[in-house]
């Protein structure tokens, strides 16, 4: 396990955005899938977009045209800007490398977005 450290999330009004950002030690970073979950209150952990290494994406279909995901390999950092928010994108939001068969998992951030 190593420590992904995430930064961006808060409380906004529905339409607005946000950028959330993980940063993760360099060599794990530029060999990892990096991802986005996340999880609501009495709901299960849900993939809401990942990159490969290559910078091959995919997103959830609830997100696709309003969230975009990327990563810079000079800053060991991946980045999800969150267009449009609806209050049903409300949850905590965990960063994710996928590097091998090895997980790691940030501390998650809130995500609150008010109607």
């Known amino acids: 396990q190593v420590e992904l450290v995430e930064s961006g999330g808060g409380l906004v009004q529905a339409g607005g955005s946000l950028r959330l950002s993980c940063a993760a030690p360099g060599i794990i970073f530029s060999i990892s899938v990096m991802g986005w979950y996340r999880q609501a209150p009495g709901m299960e952990r849900e993939l809401v977009t990942s990159?490969?290494?290559?910078?091959?994406?995919n997103y959830a279909d609830s997100v696709k045209g309003r969230f975009t995901i990327s990563r810079d390999n000079a800053k060991n950092t991946v980045y999800l800007q969150m267009n449009s928010l609806k209050p049903e994108d409300t949850a905590v939001y965990y960063c994710n490398a996928r590097y091998g068969p090895r997980v790691s998992w940030g501390q998650g951030t809130q995500v609150t977005v008010s109607s």
């Open positions: 990159i490969t290494t290559g910078g091959s994406t």
